[in-house]
């Protein structure tokens, strides 16, 4: 079953919270038997290394646009008038 946001949510607080499953779920009026499934679910998730930086190689281009390549061949290309807050946002969040 797909983890949905709220389970995420309850498992994430419930990890942070230092109470057993039974406590935690007593507490937040959560059904123990489905919290341990979701909870097996969500454990069987891909992990995501947070710290992660992902290699982008950036080569200068033509002066319509500005060309970022992955590394492994996945090309952003932007208009040349990206403004440049938008830019600084847009690799704020890719880092």
């Not at 919270?17 to 891909?46: H, I, M, V």
């Not at 646009?65 to 890719?94: K, Y």
């Amino acid at each position: 079953m797909a983890i949905t946001a709220k389970w995420r949510q309850h498992i994430e607080a419930w990890q942070r919270s230092g109470l057993s499953q039974a406590e935690y779920c007593a507490a937040q009026q959560l059904n123990l038997r489905t919290f341990t499934a979701r909870l097996s679910d969500y454990r069987k998730l891909p992990k995501l290394d947070s710290t992660a930086l992902i290699p982008v190689q950036i080569k200068p281009a033509a002066a319509e646009a500005i060309v970022f390549t992955h590394a492994q061949g996945h090309r952003l290309e932007l208009p040349a008038s990206m403004p440049a807050s938008w830019l600084a946002e847009l690799l704020r969040c890719l880092a």
